[in-house]
T-cell receptor, first 110, second 112 residues
Framework: KQEVTQIPAALSVPEGENLVLNCSFT??????LQWFRQDPGKGLTSLLL?????REQTSGRLNASLDKSSGRSTLYIAASQPGDSATYLC?????????FGAGTILRVKS | SQTIHQWPATLVQPVGSPLSLECTVE??????LYWYRQAAGRGLQLLFY??????ISSEVPQNLSASRPQDRQFILSSKKLLLSDSGFYLC???????????FGSGTRLTVV
């Protein structure tokens, strides 16, 4: 059974810092990996999608990497801003299903 | 463009009452459809998914059921709600894994 773990559970940083969120999964036979953002009381917004054959994807200040063999992904946020405060969720596509980690709650202080 | 609609946005229901949450997708055909629940302080739990009309797979034994009467419509139901059914319910769709999953805005259900 696929299990996804995200570290840290919560993170508080001053504005302008670069930061890394970590995601690990137990079964490397995944189709792809997707990072989402969730604001309080809202649905999920897709940030980045990495296919299993890819190593990384970039969108603006966000960069996500994938190492299937070690079962790890990282989300790098450059020059963090208060508007980046949210919960960040990592999910792997395992067969027909998307399996989620518990998320990292990020707070960026101004 | 593809869009996903979920309603209602919030719902307060008494214990023992029925439930019907609806999700519709526009701008695509034959999507895979999903219902997830997010309980307070917990992660996202897959409840049901459907790969086609009338095809429902249940992930967790519970007080809920799902139906897919049309290609782009997915309904979550209960005959009698329990307090433990409270949570944030999210509908999602995917047409191809190459394009990732898209989630609706969610329904906040409080059972009192």
């Amino acid at each position: 059974k696929q299990e996804v773990t995200q570290i840290p559970a919560a993170l508080s940083v001053p504005e302008g810092e670069n930061l890394v969120l970590n995601c690990s999964f137990t079964d490397s036979a995944i189709y792809n990996l997707q990072w989402f953002r969730q604001d309080p009381g809202k649905g999920l917004t897709s940030l980045l999608l990495i296919q299993s054959s890819q190593r990384e994807q970039t969108s603006g200040r966000l960069n996500a990497s994938l190492d299937k063999s070690s079962g790890r992904s990282t989300l790098y946020i450059a020059a963090s801003q208060p508007g980046d405060s949210a919960t960040y969720l990592c999910a792997v596509m395992d067969g027909n299903k998307l399996v989620f980690g518990a998320g990292t709650i990020l707070r960026v202080k101004s | 463009s593809q869009t996903i609609h979920q309603w209602p946005a919030t719902l307060v229901q008494p214990v023992g009452s029925p439930l019907s949450l609806e999700c519709t997708v526009e701008g695509t055909s034959n999507p895979n459809l999903y219902w997830y629940r997010q309980a307070a302080g917990r992660g996202l739990q897959l409840l049901f998914y459907s790969v086609g009309i009338g095809q429902i797979s249940s992930e967790v034994p519970q007080n809920l059921s799902a139906s897919r009467p049309q290609d782009r419509q997915f309904i979550l139901s209960s005959k009698k709600l329990l307090l433990s059914d409270s949570g944030f319910y999210l509908c999602a769709w995917v047409w191809s894994p190459n394009y990732g999953y898209t989630f609706g805005s969610g329904t906040r259900l409080t059972v009192v």
